[in-house]
């Protein structure tokens, strides 16, 4: 018994032994495993705070804030005197949420209503609104305020708020919707620049978005205004341009009255500051509406497209058309230019002293080289000739004996000089690239017949670019400047960041060079094929063009390109015309005379004085003199002895008012209405056809009818025929009123 006593108790001493080292171990594993749970939570509280922590923030934030963009304005641009040609302007955007429409019945109404305000198709809107769980579907942007009041009203008489809804937005705005539109371009859906100027510059262009970030309350609903942060939209850099809106201005007219006139394709022009490279002005006939880009209005094209079945090639044709309807030739598009190429050959074998201005070629009618006969445009040829009169004749046998002295080496050598091997890098889109053996011959592949042909300006293409940089360089002594038309920029509170200085590439040809290259070219205006470019008082120097279509069979470019004053040049002009119709085509006969009236126009308006020959003077204006109060035989007296002849209208004895006033420019033998009675003052009369005629007919036509008669285009000794006035027959004018009535002859101007 006492055994099993002590075995027992034993027993329990071991036991108790044991449930110590379990609690033991129980105690420290609890210990371990609380440890452990709470390192878990420590390393979770640190990679929550810490390594996610920005992360985790900004959501948090996002649910707090409710973040609304401002739209900033683009960059405004101006002429170079400081008229604004593209602004932004207020315009509102039309969006939808789908997931508040009630039924299909709802859905159709609006989708039907905003298509027909907007001009939208109707099936598109539909889509567009048809899925519900959207709560924002954009319809347009940038609309008007008359669409916009549209919009409101119908959202005020079906009780549409919160469903169709309107914000404020803004749209590109070109106030003089087709002007300048090639060099100027437009902005897309997202007011980026899609062409011109408004995509060469879109960075500069584009502002900085502002924010109005607004803390929300737990409902998720706007707080205060105290809760309210705004960020101020940035307006974008504005640009100031070279481009002057009134020389902008005579150019556009001009080419646009070449395209009508002459049945063209298209006519485009560059007039450029010769000492500079500042573009004064640049255009591209016909044009577009730079509000409405997307839209085709020439009927013509209009009725070639409406021929078109298939959806798939109408949109093509249409997109195609759109295009080269944006499209500006004056950079992007390449021709080859015929005679005027001849300039710069003259002006290379007079820089290298391989001719002198009296070098003397006699032109038989046609030249052989290798197995190509090369013919003049006079049959018969010229005979013998000098340098000088060779350009005055634009003649081509003359141009490939001069070439072939030059050799290829030497005509290679003035043909990269001047330009035509490399972009001119003009501060616009799309400017051509040359390549070279496609668009010019390499020095490597130049043979004798692509020698010969170049020589007189075919077999190479060049841009508008290239030709007027080139011709600048010969007109302003010899330096090749880098063509711009950004002068300056402007940061939103109108202080100036950027202003462009001239940039002289490289010197070309020598001042005396220069010099007799354009005393030729003067004598091409004053005698030769350019004399439709004429204008008294400003000897014109230029150069006559017209080269048939390489890819166009019995298609022509006609292009003149000329300088003035030639003793001292300060502009030179360009104008191609790119397949005109009709017999004549050369561009002395239709090239020429745009070119003249622009250069005219804009020497006026630059306030270039004219400096007259004797025999211009013989032709120009009188000045109207002061007959006011006087007795009419007196007043017929005082007006006959100065020129003018007088037509009394009424039946007093005194002058009580004349047309023209005293003072005024009107043609000697022009005619001065005197008024002698109240009731018959500012008589008005039908204008007379005035075309047609030569210079002494028309103005006996002009005076017999009470009108004064201005002559404008070709020398005074040509044979020349008015075919265009400034004001169109058979409407009403005041008498005495002056008529500008141009005038060109046919004669000598093939090329």
Not at 17 to 35: G, H
Not at 273 to 290: C, K, R
Not at 540 to 565: M, N, R
Not at 688 to 706: F, K
């Amino acid at each position: 018994m006492h055994s099993t006593l002590f075995l027992l108790e034993k027993g329990v001493i071991l036991l108790a032994r044991t449930t110590r080292k379990l609690k033991q171990r129980c105690i420290i594993a609890a210990a371990i495993l609380l440890l452990l749970g709470f390192g878990t939570d420590v390393f979770r509280l640190f990679y929550i705070q810490v390594v996610k922590g920005e992360e985790y923030k900004t959501k948090a934030e996002s649910q707090q804030l409710s973040d609304t963009e401002i739209s900033a304005d683009r960059g405004i641009i101006y002429d170079c005197n400081y008229n604004v040609l593209a602004e932004s302007a207020s315009a509102w955007l039309v969006y939808v949420n789908p997931s508040k429409i009630k039924d299909d019945a709802q859905r159709k109404l609006i989708s039907e209503t905003l298509a027909k305000i907007l001009k939208l198709k109707e099936k598109r809107v539909y889509e567009k609104i048809s899925n519900s769980k959207y709560s924002y579907v954009k319809i347009e942007g940038k609309i008007e305020y008359t669409e916009k009041t549209l919009i409101s009203d119908f959202i005020d008489d079906n009780d549409l708020y919160d469903i169709v809804n309107i914000d404020p937005d803004t749209k590109r705005y070109y106030p003089y919707s087709n002007f300048a539109s090639t060099i100027l371009g437009f902005t897309g859906a997202e007011d980026s620049g899609r062409a011109g100027l408004e995509l060469q510059y879109n960075d500069k262009l584009t502002g900085v978005a502002g924010r109005i970030i607004t803390a929300k309350n737990a409902r998720n609903g706007a707080m205060s205004s105290n809760f309210e942060t705004t960020y101020d939209a940035k307006q974008g850099t504005s640009l100031v341009l070279t481009l002057d809106k009134t020389i902008q201005y005579y150019l556009e007219k001009g080419l646009s009255q070449a395209v009508e006139d002459n049945d063209a394709t298209s006519a485009y022009g560059i007039v450029m500051e010769v000492e500079t490279g500042a573009i004064l002005a640049m255009a591209t006939m016909p044009d577009y509406d730079l509000n409405t880009p997307t839209i085709i209005t020439d009927k013509e094209i209009l009725k070639e497209l409406d021929e078109i079945k298939d959806e798939d090639e109408y949109d093509l044709a249409y997109n195609n058309k759109i295009y080269s309807m944006w499209r500006n030739k004056a950079v992007s598009d390449t021709y080859e230019p015929g005679s005027v190429f001849k300039v710069f050959v003259a002006a290379a074998a007079l820089e290298e002293g391989i001719v002198t201005p009296d070098y003397c070629f006699s032109c038989s009618g046609s030249v052989k080289v290798a197995d190509n006969v090369l013919h003049c445009h006079k049959d018969g040829g010229h005979g013998s000739q000098t340098l000088a009169e060779g350009l005055m004749n634009s003649c081509n046998p003359f141009f490939v004996n001069i070439g072939q002295k030059l050799g290829s080496k030497n005509f290679y050598k003035y043909f990269e000089a001047f330009g035509f091997t490399g972009e001119t890098e003009v501060d616009l889109p799309g400017e051509a690239t040359p390549v070279k053996d496609v668009t010019y011959h390499s020095l490597e592949n130049m043979g004798i017949s692509q020698l010969s042909s170049s020589s007189f300006g075919q077999t190479f293409q060049v841009s508008a670019m290239q030709m007027i940089t080139g011709v600048s360089a010969i007109a302003n002594g010899g330096n090749l400047m880098q063509p711009y038309i950004v002068g300056a920029m402007l940061d939103e509170d109108g202080n100036t960041v950027f202003e462009a200085e001239p940039v002289v590439k490289r010197s070309v040809i020598s001042k005396t060079t220069s010099k007799e290259v354009l005393k030729m070219m003067e004598k091409v205006v004053s005698e030769g094929t350019g004399k439709n470019a004429y204008v008294p008082g400003y000897h014109v120097a230029g150069k006559t063009g017209t080269s048939e279509k390489l890819t166009v069979d019995g298609e022509y470019i006609a292009s003149f390109v000329g300088c003035a004053p030639a003793d001292d040049p300060k502009i030179a002009v360009l104008i191609v015309i790119d397949e005109p119709q009709g017999y004549v085509h050369g561009g002395g006969a239709i090239a020429a005379p745009v070119a003249g009236a622009v250069i005219e126009q804009t020497l006026k308006y630059m306030n270039i004085d004219p400096v007259y020959s004797n025999e211009e003077l013989a032709q120009l204006n009188g000045i109207t003199p002061d007959v006011n109060s006087m007795n009419v035989e007196k007043a017929r007296a005082t007006l006959k002895n100065q020129g003018f002849t007088a037509r009394v209208v009424g039946d007093g004895e005194t002058v009580i008012s004349q047309y023209p006033l005293k003072g005024q420019n009107i043609p000697l033998d022009g005619v001065v209405i005197l008024y002698t009675e109240k009731e018959t003052s500012n008589k008005t009369a039908t204008v007379p056809d005035l075309t047609g005629l030569s210079i002494s007919s028309a103005n006996e036509r002009a005076v017999n009818a009470g009108f004064n008669l201005k002559i404008s285009g070709a020398s005074l000794d040509s044979e020349v025929v008015s075919y265009r006035q400034s004001i169109e027959s058979g409407t009403q004018a005041e008498m005495g009123t002056t008529i500008t009535v141009y005038f060109k002859t046919n004669q000598g101007v093939e090329d």
